[in-house]
Each structure stands twice: as structure tokens, then as C-alpha cells.
């Protein structure tokens, strides 16, 4: 058994398309002179992007340090993933990110670990490999999520409420059709509507709104909290925008249209249809890549499959802040995976901390030193560190320090 409590991680980077050049190369101190999109740097054990831990002044898989040092995950962590019919045990049940979003987001919705275990058995089946671009699910596991925005943060989340929905329909002249189908059969009815309609429908539909205000995009007259910003984008670099349109414009109008604030957060459960649209953020979710997708996007899109797994019904947002004190706030969610805190100390300050789970986080500004015992690590901004559960540390700056950190909630 090792017995050391505090160790350095390693994340791993993700660089797809939409993701921007500065931020996190910036934040990891990575020369991106190949100008590469760094999209998500991902903490964890999911199998797409494994994290390495030091153990004696070396590195090794996380995924094998757990399972060869089990107490290092607290016994409320180990029930729960034994409760679960979808994880194994001694490992984590979240995965923890920074996402850097310059482009948009494909429209998609998470499913139930109930319908994670259904669809990733149905596509074995199928004998679908687990990389193809065409497999809906990735793992077993469900993928609630929360996320805080690190600087103004736009998105989509969950469809408008009925008044909201109906006042868009009735002003846009391309909706105006969709607008007694939405007074008889609801939300449901709607989104099936222009989700499954023909292509050259569609094209016949948005053509004359998206002519209307791709110029104005052009011009600058359109601002961020307008949807026709974000439909006008998302064509705008289309060798022909207005052939073969995609269908998740459709989403940015009948979907609430978000900013946060640096600090502010939202939850999304399954079922939610969202869309990151812009800016930086940390992101915490059950350890899972399971995305089902329908616009937006050059990757693989199955209506069918995202429908099914929608709960069609208006949202009022709820954004949320961390609750606490000025040295930490902790962003408390409705699902018994994972937890959030976000820790900012001011020069020559320190936090006392106890680490019910195995913790992992990371410096976003600033430096730091933890310590636990005998042991004691400096960190840097961008570099990452994790705690084995039941340790008591000591977080100290000599300048300051902006931290988060991911850990399974006590209950």
C-alpha cells in the first residue's frame, strides 16, 4: 500500500475542432506553434484520456494506482459505485475538465444511466467499435454535469418556457408555420417537427432568415444576446451557407439562450438539450463521454436516438453560485457523483481542508503549496495535484491562488 496522501497529476488534452489556440496551451505553459485547437483537458480514468499520478518520482496510470491502493477512495465512493450496475469499483465516479469553447457546440442531450447501459449493450451487439464515429455510446454510465464559467460564458440549455416558445414562434416569420403545432401537441411535436422534415424543407424554411441576417452579422449589428447572432455564425463560414443549412439553427431559436458570468455555474441533468456556444470554463460530470447529438456539428448526428432521450418541457435556468465564504465556495449538485469547489486565497494566506473522497484539482491562477504531513508539493498554475480520501492538507500562497477542485460528496 502506498502511503503517501498528496501526489502531482497529469491530464490530457483534447483537440477537437472547436476548441481555441490560447487558453489552455496558455494555462499548461504548451508552445502551440502547430496552432492546434485545444479544446478540454481532461482529469480522471475514463478510458479515452487516462490521468497519470507520481508515486515515488514516477508516473503511473491512475486508473492502476487506484486499483492498487482502493483506500485512497472513501467508503461512501466505494458504496456508491457498487451500487451502481454500470462502474466497476476502486475507481472514480467523475471526470474533471477545462473546456475552451471558440466555436459552437454540437445540440445534445445525455442519457440515463439506465439508457447508457440499454444503448452501449445494443451497440456491442452490433459489433460498432468503441472509437467508430458513428457510436452514440461510449461507455455505460449516465452524464449529468456541472459547469463554471472562468469568463463570459454563452450556451443553450433546455427549451424555452411556453410563453417564450410562443412569442418566438409568432415573430419569426420562418416559425410562424410551426406555431399550431406547437399550441396542439406541444414541445414534442414541434421539435420532431423540424428535426425530422426534409432537407430541402429546411433549406426552404431558414433560407430567407438566415439572408436577412448574415449580413447584419457581417456588419457588426448584431449582438451576443440575440440568437440571430449565433444562427448567423453558424453558417457563416459555410462555402454555402444557404444549401444544406443545418438543422440545429432550429435549437438556437426554441432553446433559452444563456451568458454567464465568471463564477456562476448551471446544472445539466440528462435529458437536457444544451450547447456550449463561447468562452472558458471548468466542467465536472459523472465519468462518461456519452453525447447524443443533432446539430451543429460535423460529427456523427442520430435524431432518432436524441429524441428519444429528451425531456421535452420549458426550463427557467437555474444559474447558480458556489455557497461558502471568500476562501471557498462549494457548487453543490443534485447527483450524488461528484461535487465542485472553487478555493481563492490572497497573499500570504491559508485554507485547512479534509478530504472526505479522492480529490483532484487544479491551479488556474497563481501558485500554491499543499501539505499533509511529511508531504509538501508547489504548484503552478496550470499544474494539477490529487488527494487520497480521509487526509487532513493545508493549502498556502505567498502570492495568491485560484483553485478547483472535484470530489464525491458525503452524504
Not at 212 to 220: C, E, N, R, S, T
Amino acid at each position: 500500500m502506498n502511503n503517501h496522501k498528496i501526489f502531482r497529476l497529469k491530464g490530457q488534452v483534447q483537440h477537437y475542432a472547436w476548441g481555441g489556440y490560447t487558453y489552455i496551451p496558455s494555462l499548461l505553459n504548451i508552445n502551440n506553434t502547430n496552432h492546434q485547437p485545444f479544446a478540454e483537458y481532461w482529469m480522471g480514468i475514463h478510458p479515452s484520456a487516462i490521468s497519470q499520478i507520481e508515486v515515488n518520482g514516477h508516473w503511473e496510470l491512475l486508473t492502476s494506482f487506484l486499483q492498487q491502493n482502493p483506500t485512497a477512495l472513501s467508503k461512501s465512493t466505494n458504496q456508491l459505485l457498487n451500487q451502481s450496475t454500470t462502474q466497476p469499483s476502486s475507481t472514480l465516479p467523475y471526470l474533471f475538465k477545462v473546456l475552451d469553447v471558440r466555436a459552437m457546440l454540437s445540440i445534445q442531450v445525455h442519457p440515463t444511466k439506465m439508457a447508457a447501459t440499454e444503448g452501449f449493450e445494443r451497440e456491442e451487439k452490433l459489433g460498432i467499435p468503441i472509437n467508430a464515429s458513428n457510436r452514440n455510446y461510449k461507455d455505460k454510465n449516465h452524464k449529468p454535469e456541472v459547469m463554471v464559467a472562468l469568463s463570459p460564458f454563452w450556451l443553450l440549455h433546455g427549451f424555452k418556457p411556453a410563453l417564450v416558445l410562443k412569442h418566438t414562434l409568432q415573430q419569426i416569420d420562418a416559425f410562424y408555420p410551426f406555431l399550431s403545432i406547437f399550441n396542439d401537441d406541444g414541445y414534442e411535436a414541434l421539435y420532431k417537427q423540424v428535426m425530422e422534415m426534409p432537407q430541402t424543407q429546411v433549406d426552404t424554411l431558414l433560407q430567407p432568415l438566415l439572408q436577412k441576417i448574415v449580413p447584419l452579422y457581417q456588419q457588426q449589428k448584431l449582438n451576443k444576446n440575440n440568437p440571430d447572432f449565433w444562427a448567423a455564425r453558424a453558417v457563416i463560414n459555410n462555402a454555402h451557407p444557404y444549401k444544406n443549412i443545418d438543422r440545429g439553427i432550429f435549437s438556437i431559436y426554441f432553446f433559452n439562450l444563456l451568458q454567464l458570468k465568471s463564477g456562476e455555474a448551471i446544472f445539466q441533468g440528462a435529458g437536457v438539450p444544451h450547447a456550449y456556444l463561447e468562452g472558458v470554463n471548468v466542467e465536472l460530470m459523472a465519468n462518461s463521454d456519452n453525447v447524443l447529438r443533432g446539430g451543429l456539428t460535423p460529427k456523427y448526428i442520430d435524431v432518432k436516438e436524441l429524441i428519444q432521450h429528451i425531456i421535452f418541457e420549458g426550463i427557467t435556468p437555474h444559474i447558480f453560485i458556489g455557497k461558502g465564504n471568500t476562501q471557498e465556495k462549494i457548487y453543490h449538485c443534485p447527483v450524488p457523483d461528484f461535487c465542485l469547489s472553487a478555493i481563492s486565497l490572497s497573499a500570504g494566506s491559508s485554507i485547512t481542508q479534509y478530504s472526505q473522497s479522492f480529490e483532484i484539482g487544479i491551479v488556474i491562477e497563481g501558485q500554491m503549496q499543499i501539505e499533509a504531513k511529511e508531504e509538501k508539493k508547489i504548484l503552478h498554475t496550470g499544474e494539477s495535484f490529487a488527494v487520497a480520501a480521509h487526509t487532513n492538507y493545508t493549502i498556502t500562497t505567498q502570492s495568491c491562488c485560484v483553485m478547483y477542485k472535484a470530489f464525491v460528496p458525503v452524504v
